[in-house]
């Protein structure tokens, strides 16, 4: 039997699963669109893997990371169950030893990473604002009628980008209209609007961090080059983005499976399995928590959100399993 080890990193934009073996070579990997329903993104990614892995390998234990992570990780059994910010550093560290930053801009949010020695010394998130995110790239590439992947492409044609503020989507909206109503061209607005996004997340997420290299860039918005090529004049150092920098919090997540000393054996059938879950406010005491309850069959799996013993006797009273 050939060891193997599950990572999933559950997004709000995106769904990443991986499968690694001992030597943290990648067997499968699947990225979809979570489509505002995890269980399903993740059900769809683990038919996607199970069909490209090698049936020689069995998955001894499944991690998961992301918003996410504590749902998915409940209805897979996971042993392993981490914030993205140790996920990605370990994921990174894997494939880049020696990185000391860590730049990771999502659909939905963004953060920073510091490591000195393979050991993180700091971080940051801005989880407040889409802005300078994924999705607010695609939302001005709407607006402009462009493909996503003509965005970089054209943005890299410009030899005067607009200024245009991104420290608020409103804001970056209106600025967009402005410079096309006095006829900047859509390559110059682009090329501005890939500025804007490495601006405002030096100014914000970066504030006050020492950028130090090896600098490696990863999300979704990692893929535009014009994006990459922002940062480094900013920075004024290379900036790594790696093929698979997309799948990094699901590889952390697998890699720090291969520590537990415990194997449970993963099967890929839980794709057959009906899985949901279910709120419950406590109202017990002032406090009225929110408990999330996972149903496995319509059997309770999980819980979490109570504050007290309350909590569960409320889950129970309630018969929500």
Same mark, same amino acid.
């Given at each position: 039997?050939? !060891?193997?080890?599950?990572?999933?990193?559950?997004?709000?934009?995106?769904?990443?699963?991986?499968?690694?073996?001992?030597?943290?070579?990648?067997?499968?990997?699947?990225?979809?669109?979570? &489509?505002?329903?995890?269980?399903?993104?993740?059900?769809?990614? %683990?038919?996607?893997?199970?069909?490209?892995?090698?049936?020689?390998?069995?998955?001894?234990?499944?991690?998961?990371?992301?918003?996410?992570?504590?749902?998915?990780?409940?209805?897979?059994?996971?042993?392993?169950?981490?914030?993205?910010?140790?996920?990605?550093?370990?994921?990174? %560290?894997?494939?880049?030893?020696?990185?000391?930053?860590?730049?990771?801009?999502?659909?939905?949010?963004?953060?920073?990473?510091?490591?000195?020695?393979?050991?993180?010394?700091?971080?940051? &998130?801005?989880?407040?604002?889409?802005?300078?995110?994924?999705?607010?790239?695609?939302?001005?590439?709407?607006? %402009?009628?462009?493909?996503?992947?003509?965005?970089?492409?054209?943005?890299?044609?410009?030899?005067?980008?607009?200024?245009?503020?991104?420290?608020?989507?409103?804001?970056?909206?209106?600025?967009?209209?402005?410079?096309?109503?006095?006829?900047?061209?859509?390559?110059?607005?682009?090329?501005?609007?890939?500025?804007?996004?490495? %601006?405002?997340?030096?100014?914000?997420?970066?504030?006050?961090?020492?950028?130090?290299?090896?600098?490696?860039?990863?999300?979704?918005?990692?893929?535009?080059?014009?994006?990459?090529?922002?940062?480094?004049?900013?920075?004024?150092?290379?900036?790594?983005?790696?093929?698979?920098?997309?799948?990094?919090?699901?590889?952390?997540?697998?890699?720090?499976?291969?520590?537990? !000393?415990?194997?449970?054996?993963?099967?890929?059938?839980?794709?057959?399995?009906?899985?949901?879950?279910?709120?419950?406010?406590?109202?017990?005491?002032?406090?009225?928590?929110?408990?999330?309850?996972?149903?496995?069959?319509?059997?309770?799996?999980?819980?979490?959100?109570?504050?007290?013993?309350?909590?569960?006797? !409320?889950?129970?009273?309630?018969?929500?399993?």
């Amino acid at each position: 039997m050939k !060891k193997a080890y599950l990572g999933v990193d559950i997004g709000s934009i995106s769904t990443k699963g991986i499968v690694i073996n001992e030597n943290n070579e990648i067997l499968a990997d699947s990225y979809l669109w979570t &489509m505002g329903n995890p269980i399903h993104a993740v059900k769809s990614v %683990l038919n996607e893997m199970s069909d490209k892995l090698d049936k020689s390998h069995v998955v001894v234990n499944a991690g998961t990371t992301g918003s996410a992570r504590k749902l998915i990780g409940a209805a897979l059994g996971a042993r392993v169950v981490k914030n993205e910010i140790t996920a990605h550093a370990i994921g990174t %560290l894997s494939v880049i030893p020696d990185v000391r930053t860590i730049i990771e801009i999502g659909g939905q949010d963004s953060k920073i990473i510091l490591i000195n020695n393979g050991v993180v010394m700091d971080y940051a &998130m801005n989880t407040l604002c889409a802005a300078g995110t994924g999705s607010f790239l695609s939302s001005q590439a709407k607006r %402009l009628d462009l493909e996503l992947n003509d965005f970089a492409e054209l943005a890299l044609t410009s030899a005067n980008p607009a200024k245009i503020a991104a420290r608020c989507t409103v804001f970056a909206e209106s600025d967009l209209v402005h410079k096309a109503q006095i006829g900047y061209s859509k390559a110059d607005i682009v090329a501005g609007l890939c500025r804007a996004i490495v %601006l405002n997340y030096l100014n914000n997420v970066g504030k006050g961090k020492q950028i130090k290299s090896p600098v490696v860039f990863q999300g979704g918005v990692s893929k535009n080059a014009a994006v990459v090529k922002e940062f480094e004049n900013e920075l004024q150092t290379p900036v790594h983005v790696d093929p698979n920098g997309h799948l990094m919090g699901a590889l952390g997540a697998a890699v720090l499976c291969k520590a537990e !000393k415990e194997e449970t054996i993963f099967n890929f059938n839980i794709t057959d399995i009906n899985f949901e879950t279910k709120g419950i406010e406590c109202t017990y005491c002032p406090n009225n928590c929110e408990i999330i309850c996972v149903l496995k069959n319509k059997e309770l799996l999980d819980s979490w959100g109570n504050k007290c013993e309350r909590g569960m006797a !409320k889950v129970n009273s309630q018969k929500a399993v």
